[in-house]
């Protein structure tokens, strides 16, 4: 498992009962997590203390309560910074586990002593894309949801990286990458976080099982001929880690030899030292 275990600003304090108590830099939350399916006595004081709690419907989706939160607030990780708030469906713009993903390609990108061009796609709020730009890359940031582009173009500002070389685009990820095909255009490297499932901007239907294989195999087209690295994250339940390394190796056969390696993703819980998973991601590093 590749723990992200370098915060400062953000940590999983328990976790009981289908929630998790977290620390966002100063304020605590309560946000349900379908993995935590164990029982335990809440005995930290945030439990009944917390700035906000969302509460899941039993009819589906669920909505937040406020006790003390501001509408937004930063936390930093190393050099960046990033922008929060609460929204729908329990998130606050930002994925904490995704950094063991960020600390493994950021010293790639810095020791490859060579332009590096990043594809990111499904790229969300922009973690990945300000952790590549900051180790040197220059990214090509793609989500369908113009919110969220634009959430990930203020998250670079404020890490000090808006002169940084980045196309901040709103596309859908499967006919932006058909079309790059087209053009001849080429990356180092290919990051993407893909949905189980979701709509482009013009109503595109997205199923992860139905199209996230020949998204790879397309992908792989892309990559240039001294490819630097692949990566795929999934929060998917029933894409377990093998099959992500099975879809990388099958996809990229035909280029150079590739180590491929998959397995869980997860972030450390204070109040007993074990490690809460957060779904998986596949790695190919030439």
Partial sequence: ?????????????DTSSGEKLERWGDYLLIRPDPQVIWQTERTLKGWKAPNAHYHRSAKGGG????????????IRYGTLTFNLKPFSFKHTGLFPEQAANWDFFRPLIKNAARPVRVLNLFAYTGGATCAALEAGASVTHVDASKGMVTWAHENARSSGLEEKPVRWLVDD???????????GNHYEAIIMD?????????????????????????????????????LISSYTTGLQSGVLTYMLE????????????????????????????CGCAGRAVW
Avoid: H
């Avoid at 498992?1 to 304090?13: F, G, N, R």
């Avoid at 909505?63 to 930063?74: A, T």
């Fill in 250 to 277: 099958t996809a990229l056969k035909n280029l150079r030899p590739a180590e491929v390696v998959s397995g869980e993703i997860g972030l450390p819980v204070r109040s007993n030292g074990l490690v809460l998973p």
């Fill in 194 to 230: 893909p949905p189980s499932y979701g709509r482009g901007p013009k109503g595109e239907v997205w199923k992860l099982e139905d199209t996230v294989f020949p998204l790879i195999q397309n992908c792989a087209k892309l990559l240039s001929d001294e490819p630097l690295f692949f």
């Fill in 63 to 74: 909505s937040w309560e406020f006790f003390d939160l501001p509408e937004s607030w930063q």
């Fill in 1 to 13: 498992m590749w723990i992200a275990d370098q915060w400062s600003d953000y940590e999983v304090l």
């Fill in 173 to 183: 990820c499967m006919r932006f990458v058909e079309r790059e095909i087209r053009r």
